[in-house]
């Protein structure tokens, strides 16, 4: 019998059982099974990938999260690894996108576009801001010597090449050590002084790690701007759900295997605390099942996984993680269309509306708040993504899908009954709607599909605190040097591991990295 006296419909054993199967527990699971090992993954959900996830409603594709992401072959990126030691460039097409972003700013004037490639993006910019060409120079010259640090500490380097290269070091590393505790708006302030047009220009796209400057750590910020800038940006082809697919049919495989529809309800420890498996049931409820292992990959949140632990097993789990923020959470609109957006005039893959009450960087920090009351004539911030501007594969006949995004909190929806929450609801989507209709004529009529995902949406599916879509916030260390962002896959439980954004940063290259940390931690555990 189980703990609380229900009965168990069956008990297997494994190598290791991965909890959720979001890019974190899918990289853990499949580089574990890669290494000879079989893994069990257990989802809560219906299908597999948790933020990396593609879904269809009336014939309208939806991107659960993915606008781009960078290819580990053109810049430093933790991806790289995985994708090295899975073989997934064989089954994984990276789709270029042309330029970066457009961004759409009173202050800043005509639209303006954001290119890839640090040299174009210095004559772009300069040509806009002429008398601050100098201070662009610099601050992007900074970009890079962070780029080439980051390239240089992640090569596998001997002893001996340390020693050769001892004297330059400080010099190479100064880019990191100089910042190591500044925020965004500190390292701004440094170039740009009080011209908010041009923070604005190349901040636009905040949302994407934070939605306040003045807590957002400058060098989390610049290694992961940087890529793009360095890189380029990309979308995978057949959406996220592609990448999400190939690593589960890499864990099946290696004689593993990957199971949806089911809640773990408790992770079971053995001998001295040590992880030995976990009990699980039907999402709709029925008969528990365990399965052992001597090694869990929780792919959640700390929260989640404490709340699976022996009572008295929480408040020690829980410690490491106590004076960590939580990242901001968003909203996700995704609008079929029956026409091509070109045709309406958007001109460019990802498009940025910044409004015109936003007169300061600093002002994005409003943005989450607006959509605690019913639309008014303030806006959000917001990035619209056009899928069919490139070859993104999820495309449709019959509707043309376009992504809109911006900050959101749990707040503004917790607390509302159904009813309410709906109408609430449409009146976001018809107010968005029409904003995007006055930026393109044509666009409103045109909508013949659409779908609102809250912060609301992403704590109930993700099953997150908060609605956090980045695990924790990516703040600025107040204290010391590295007391602050740099997280750890290592748990007080021997044997389970965090595999997820909240061991390491958010966003793909982030839930990879985490993921490959907890699966090379456990291998030397093991």
């Given amino acids: 019998m189980a703990s609380g006296g229900r009965k168990i419909a069956m008990e297997n054993s494994f190598d290791a059982i991965v909890i959720g199967s979001g890019l974190g527990g899918l990289t853990a699971g499949g580089l574990y099974s890669h290494a000879g090992y079989r893994v069990l993954v257990i989802e809560r959900n219906d299908s597999f990938g948790g933020a990396a996830t593609t879904y269809h409603r009336g014939g309208l594709t939806i991107e659960a999260s993915l606008h781009e992401t960078t290819d580990p072959r053109a810049t430093p990126d933790a991806k790289g690894e995985v994708f090295e030691a899975l073989d997934l460039y064989k089954d994984v097409e990276f789709v270029p996108i042309e330029d970066f972003y457009e961004v759409r700013c009173p202050l800043i004037g005509s639209p303006l576009t954001i290119p890839h490639g640090i040299d174009t993006l210095a004559v772009r ?38 020693l050769a290269h001892a004297a330059e070091l400080p010099f190479k590393m100064w880019p990191l050590l100089r910042d190591m505790r500044s925020s965004l708006s500190d390292v701004f302030e440094r170039y740009f002084g009080d011209n908010e047009a041009i923070k604005l220009a190349l901040a636009a796209n905040l949302s994407y790690y934070s939605d306040d400057p003045d807590r957002l750590w400058w060098l989390g910020y610049a290694v992961a701007q940087g890529g793009y800038l360095h890189g380029g940006g990309n979308y995978i082809k057949g959406g996220s759900q592609a990448l999400s697919d190939v690593l589960v049919s890499r864990i099946r495989e290696g004689g593993g295997e990957a199971i949806a529809g089911q809640t773990v309800v408790e992770i079971l420890l053995g001998e001295e605390g040590r992880a030995a498996g976990v009990r699980y049931r039907p999402r709709g409820g029925g008969q528990d099942a365990v399965a052992r292992a001597p090694i869990v990959f929780a792919n959640a949140s700390p929260h989640a996984v404490a709340d699976m632990l022996p009572a008295s097993d929480r408040n020690e789990f829980m410690a490491p993680y106590s004076d960590k923020a939580l990242s901001t959470s968003l909203f996700s609109i995704t609008l079929g269309l029956n026409r091509r957006p070109a045709e309406l005039g958007l001109s460019a893959y990802s498009t940025i509306l910044v409004p015109d009450w936003v007169e300061r960087l600093s002002d994005y920090k409003h943005c989450g708040e607006l959509m605690a009351d019913v639309p008014s004539d303030r806006l959000p911030a917001m990035v619209v993504v056009d899928y069919s501007r490139i070859d993104s594969g999820i495309v449709e006949e019959r509707a043309f899908p376009i992504n809109v995004v911006g900050v959101d909190r749990l707040e503004n929806w917790d607390a509302l009954g159904d009813a309410e929450y709906h109408a609430k609801k449409d009146a976001w989507l018809d107010a968005i709607i029409r904003r995007l209709d006055a930026e393109w004529p044509g666009l409103e009529e045109a909508v013949i599909r659409r779908e609102f ?25 107040d204290k010391i040097p590295l007391s602050g962002p740099p997280r750890s896959a290592e748990t007080s439980v021997p044997g389970l591991w965090l595999a997820s954004t909240y061991a390491s940063f958010g966003g793909f290259t982030g839930a990879m990295g985490a993921g490959a940390a907890a699966a090379k931690a456990a291998l030397r555990y093991r």
């Fill in 125 to 162: 910019l300069a040509e806009r801001f002429p008398d601050e060409a100098d201070a662009i120079q610099r601050f992007l010259k900074q970009v890079r010597s962070i780029q080439e640090a980051l390239l240089m500490l992640m090569d596998k380097h001997g002893g001996l090449w340390w």
């Fill in 453 to 477: 995902a809250t912060a609301r949406t992403m704590r109930d599916y993700l099953n997150t605190p908060g609605g956090a879509i980045y695990g924790f916030a990516l703040d600025a260390p």
